[in-house]
């Protein structure tokens, strides 16, 4: 038995130790009083089939390095290597790369959640290392927000997440606001996670404050549960992608019958004028009425009629969740839903407004408290390589080198890559049409990736680095959005051969020839050390006082609510005076009418909200072949594909696939039932699935959860039946449109029926085939 220490992770705080029987026991920390049962999976942490236990360099790159045959990949065994063999190879493909095509050659963005911990994140870490060597091309946005991290900032003149930590709180809500209109909940399973840390989970506690409150709760989306029953909302079962439709036409009963607030559209925006005129029809010849939305969501008009009655009756706050902008056209939903708001005109005003990232934002107790002061994180050179790509545009760029991209306002050029780094991702998670990023993956001549385990994306890499898990370093965690700091310490040795990022950079560093500069002479505990005593300077400027490091990490987590002032938000100032506190827009006001958005000259994308059908969806042509929806959502069992093979994953399987649920109705039409293995398919691709039947999911709609271990039958065919279950294999890779260019997930059309064959054992639950270095020779391929 082994003394519990304490470790973080983004879905919350566990001691963890060693039973008498030499089991992992993993304990939430006791602060937290709704801990996630996502923590249980930390036993799986030194899984022999799961982690990488050496380096390894697949064999074809092993004999050929530059020039092998790179369709090897996902094929081919991997040869494993000491350290510094291993080494030695990364830092000559990185050192050759530069010399042959220069540092824009090498793609770094890297995307990806990592782990907690601030020095150990593993982005600063490659992202450092990559500035120090001469650069890399790097990703903007993200795959949670792009479409409104692009918009936002054009409508309200300020950073999309700031706008969001600027929604009004659940007391507010529930004192002065009479209902939450949500488009697509607030799923509690989301309310588990937050980025960087999360010391004690209040979703529920919110939940009940609304409830007591006697707030009313409306869900209009494809999916009930997405908001907890406790709410007992109303339903109204809209199709997806047609939020934007309903939007527009409470727009138009508000106008129709002078329910709008002329004052605040007056004083507070700009551009309403030639929305309304859009709305109505006078600008194009197609009114948005509620019969008009009504063909194209499947909701009645009456519904939407007596809704933009209730909205503009009393109080109300509009709930999105970030899914809504997670599809093509993307950017509409967030914008429309802002131009609803300013008509509605609570914006500012107590509990009323708009609630940015439900699900995620109105979960983490910070409420109004603002950390006053900076929490030190790796330091960050500046990246000498100009390029950036817009991060859901991956494939393309492998695909297209030389092609431009639209993107706000700007024309990217794709720069040809010849070697991929990726460290603290999964790209054959998160990105879609797998199929095709495959093909493209095939393109440069080196990927290299640091991992813990043997995701799939580790195993279409050359060269694999096995790094430590968060649970075998020290670090500590905090996050901008939580108001807790938490101590990490390595409860567990490092798995076999497995070294902490830090040390996989150092060791390129000085091979490369920066070490000195890379590592500043500190070892990975004495950055740990700094970088907690810079937070602690930090904090003293701001009034705040911290323990000194040697009593912080041997104490508990750290709660700072106390000790946070509440702030006052932005919009608020606003609307106390205008002229005062203007916004950051270019009229100072909230555009609904952006002319910069306008000038851009996008046909996808005009200067104030609108219409778009996506290519993808029940109202398009594509459903006669493909009648289903595909929603793919975040798990409720894991983070993203983290920990997918760890206990409260695997349980929730049905017969190890992947469970998507579907209402009954289309089951019988299928001749399907419930615990079925079923093939998903389109023509991009097809994966199983295991049936679950429920009448939470409309009809015409599934739903099926993000983070399967991708797991082609053939791993050397690129359209491969991926056996797992992983969505991706048959989401559709376009951008959200010119402005964001954003991932598009949630447009994707699909057919689905019973799987008749032999069920293929996944693969993805044993490591790939290894050689030992010194049998190479003997290796019949
Ligand atoms: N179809 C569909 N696709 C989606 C989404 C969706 O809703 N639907 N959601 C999208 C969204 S919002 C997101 S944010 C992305 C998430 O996509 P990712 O962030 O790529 O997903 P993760 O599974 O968190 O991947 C993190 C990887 O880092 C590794 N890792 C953890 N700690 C360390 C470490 O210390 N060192 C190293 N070297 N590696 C480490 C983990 O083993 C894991 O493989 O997925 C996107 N993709
Ligand atoms: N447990 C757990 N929690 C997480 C994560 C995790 O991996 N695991 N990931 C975190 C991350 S990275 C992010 S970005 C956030 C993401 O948070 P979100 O993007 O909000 O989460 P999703 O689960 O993708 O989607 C929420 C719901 O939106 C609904 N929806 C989808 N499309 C439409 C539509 O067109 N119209 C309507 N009305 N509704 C629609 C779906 O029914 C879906 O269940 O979650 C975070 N929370
Ligand atoms: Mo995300």
């Not at 002032?565 to 606003?574: D, M, W």
């Amino acid at each position: 038995m082994t003394q519990p220490l304490p470790t973080a992770t983004h879905w919350g705080n566990y001691l963890i130790d060693r039973a008498g029987d030499g089991e992992l026991r993993v304990t939430p920390s006791g602060s937290d009083p709704d801990p996630s049962p996502i923590g249980r999976s930390l036993t799986a942490t030194h899984d022999p089939d799961h982690r990488i236990a050496r380096p390894a360099v697949r064999l074809g790159y092993y004999r050929d390095r530059e020039h092998s045959d790179t369709t090897g990949r996902g094929r081919e065994p991997f040869v494993e290597v000491d350290w510094e063999e291993a080494l030695d190879i990364a830092a000559g493909a990185l050192r050759s790369t530069r010399e042959r095509a220069g540092n824009r050659a090498i793609y770094g963005g890297s995307y990806g959640w990592a782990s907690a911990g601030r020095f150990h994140h593993t982005q600063g870490q490659i992202h450092r290392f990559l500035r120090i060597f001469g650069g890399y091309t790097a990703s903007v946005d993200t795959y949670s927000f792009a479409a409104a991290e692009v918009t936002i900032p054009h409508v309200l003149g300020m950073n999309a997440y700031y706008a969001a930590r600027q929604s009004p709180t659940t007391e507010e809500i529930a004192r002065h606001c009479a209902r939450i209109v949500f488009f697509g909940g607030a799923a509690a399973r989301n309310a588990q996670v937050n980025p960087g840390s999360f010391g004690a989970h209040g979703y529920r506690d919110h939940l009940a404050a609304l409830r007591a409150a006697g707030v009313d709760t409306i869900n209009i989306g494809p999916v009930r549960d997405d908001l907890e029953p406790v709410l007992a909302a109303r339903w109204i079962p809209c199709r997806p992608g047609s939020d934007v439709a309903i939007m527009l036409a409470l727009v138009h009963t508000l106008l129709t019958e002078d329910l709008h607030d002329r004052a605040f559209l007056h004083r507070y925006t700009v551009g309403f004028d030639r929305f309304a005129d859009y709305v109505t029809g006078r600008a194009d010849g197609e009114p948005k009425t509620p019969e008009w939305a009504a063909a194209l969501s499947e909701v009645p008009a009456a519904e939407i009629r007596e809704l933009a009655r209730l909205l503009a009756r009393e109080r109300c706050v509009i709930g999105l969740p970030y899914a809504l902008q997670r599809a093509e056209h993307g950017e509409q939903t967030y914008w429309a839903a802002w131009a609803l708001a300013a008509a509605l005109g609570y914006i500012g005003l107590p509990g009323g407004g708009v609630l940015m990232g439900t699900g995620s934002g109105m979960t983490n107790g910070m409420q109004r408290r603002r950390l006053p002061f900076e929490i030190a994180a790796l330091p960050q050179p500046p990246n000498p390589v100009a390029a950036v790509v817009p991060v859901a545009r991956l494939t393309d760029m492998l695909e297209r080198p030389g092609e431009t991209v639209d993107y706000n306002g700007r024309v990217l050029t794709y720069p040809h890559i010849d070697l991929v780094y990726w460290a603290g991702g999964n790209p054959f998670h998160h990105h879609q049409d797998l199929n095709r990023l495959r093909r493209a993956w095939n393109r440069p001549r080196t990927v290299i990736v640091n991992e813990i385990g043997w995701t799939s994306t580790a195993r279409l890499a050359d060269i694999v680095l096995p790094s430590t898990a968060a649970q075998e370093r020290e670090d500590f965690a905090a996050a901008r959005v939580d108001h807790w700091l938490s101590p990490m310490r390595a409860a567990l040795p490092p798995y076999r051969e497995a070294r902490d990022d830090y040390a996989i950079f150092a060791a390129l560093a000085d091979r490369l020839g920066f070490g000195p500069q890379f590592t500043e002479g500190r070892t990975a505990r004495q950055w740990v050390e700094h970088l907690w005593q810079t937070t602690v300077d930090n904090a003293a400027a701001a009034g705040i006082t911290l323990p000194d490091y040697n009593e912080f990490r041997s104490g508990a987590p750290i709660d700072l609510r106390p000790r946070l002032p509440e702030s006052r938000h932005v919009l608020e100032r606003f609307r106390d005076d205008p002229d005062r506190h203007p916004l950051g827009t270019p009229s100072g006001r909230i555009e609904i009418f952006s002319r910069t958005v306008a000038d851009f000259g996008y046909s996808d994308c005009p200067g104030h909200p609108a219409w778009f059908p996506a290519r993808e969806w029940l109202g398009s042509p594509r459903a006669q072949r493909f009648p289903l929806h595909l929603l793919s959502h975040q798990p409720a069992t894991r983070l993203h594909s983290q920990l997918d093979y760890g206990a409260t994953s695997r349980e929730s399987k049905i017969r190890d696939r992947e469970p998507l649920r579907m209402h009954p109705a289309d089951a019988a039409a299928r001749a399907l039932h419930d615990g079925d293995i079923v093939r998903v398919f389109n023509d991009r691709g097809a994966l199983l699935a295991g049936l679950r039947l429920t009448d939470a999911v409309r009809p015409g709609v599934v739903h099926m959860a993000t983070g399967a271990w991708y797991d082609p039958l053939d791993p050397g065919d690129p359209k491969s039946l991926d056996v797992h279950g992983n969505p991706n294999t048959v989401t559709h890779d376009i951008g959200t449109s010119s402005l964001a260019q954003g991932p598009s997930v949630n447009s994707c059309l699909v057919q689905i029926e019973r799987y008749a064959g032999d069920l293929p054992p996944l693969r993805i639950h044993r490591p790939p085939e290894l050689i030992p270095a010194g049998q190479v020779g003997a290796h019949p391929t």
